[in-house]
Every structure is written in structure tokens, then in C-alpha cells.
Nanobody, 118 residues
Framework: QVQLVESGGGLVQPGGSLRLSCAAS????????MNWYRQAPGKERELVAT????????TYADSVKGRFTISRDNAKNTVYLQMNSLKPEDTAVYYC???????????WGQGTQVTVSS
């Protein structure tokens, strides 16, 4: 069955770094654009970063541009989110999403908690 399993979340001090990973299985990973979303308590889910199926194009929310980097390894069926210069406002549950526009298919992971606090 389809699985997206996030890992790498945790507690980090402001200014610190974390690297999230999302391991995919059960579908053709290289056909899908991959996204990282986040949801803070009391707020709507927010799109943080996107990478196309080939990895050639990435886009970011203004709030993370210059600090976060999305990447993927299609040989390992894994997408990453490198998060640097973390701020308390980055605290949220981070979700991995796989999207294929031609079929309007979406798959979601279970989320991983990121807490930025001193």
C-alpha cells in the first residue's frame, strides 16, 4: 500500500537546523511532485516547499525562502527538507505530500513535529 513516512523532526533552539526526510513506497515516486506542508496549532495547513518530479524546479513560501531547501533522490524514493536558521514561528507539524496533477492524486504522510524553542 501507499506509504509516506516522515522522520527527522524534534526540538531545536532558534537559529538551529533540522533535516526532515520522507520515505515513499507503494507508488511510482518519480511520477509525482513532492511537497512539504506545515500546520501550526490553530492555523491552517501551509504549503512550505515544492519540488517537481524530476527535481529540476523548486518553489518556496516567502516565509522560508533562503532558509529551507527541498531536494529529492528518486533512486531512494525519498524527499528531504533541510531547514536552517530556524525560528520559533517555524514550530509546526510538517507533512509530506505527493501530488500527480494528471490524475489529481494526493498522498499524505502522518506528519512529524518540529519545535523551535529555547
Amino acid at each position: 500500500q501507499v506509504q509516506l513516512v516522515e522522520s527527522g523532526g524534534g526540538l531545536v533552539q532558534p537559529g538551529g537546523s533540522l533535516r526532515l526526510s520522507c520515505a515513499a513506497s507503494g507508488f511510482t515516486f518519480s511520477w509525482y511532485a513532492m511537497n512539504w506542508y506545515r500546520q501550526a496549532p490553530g492555523k491552517e495547513r501551509e504549503l512550505v516547499a515544492t519540488i517537481t518530479s524530476t527535481g529540476r524546479t523548486t518553489t518556496y513560501a516567502d516565509s522560508v525562502k533562503g532558509r529551507f531547501t527541498i531536494s529529492r533522490d528518486n533512486a531512494k524514493n525519498t524527499v528531504y527538507l533541510q531547514m536552517n536558521s530556524l525560528k520559533p514561528e517555524d514550530t509546526a507539524v510538517y507533512y509530506c505530500n505527493a501530488h500527480r496533477a494528471v490524475s489529481q492524486t494526493n498522498y499524505w504522510g502522518q506528519g512529524t513535529q518540529v519545535t523551535v524553542s529555547s
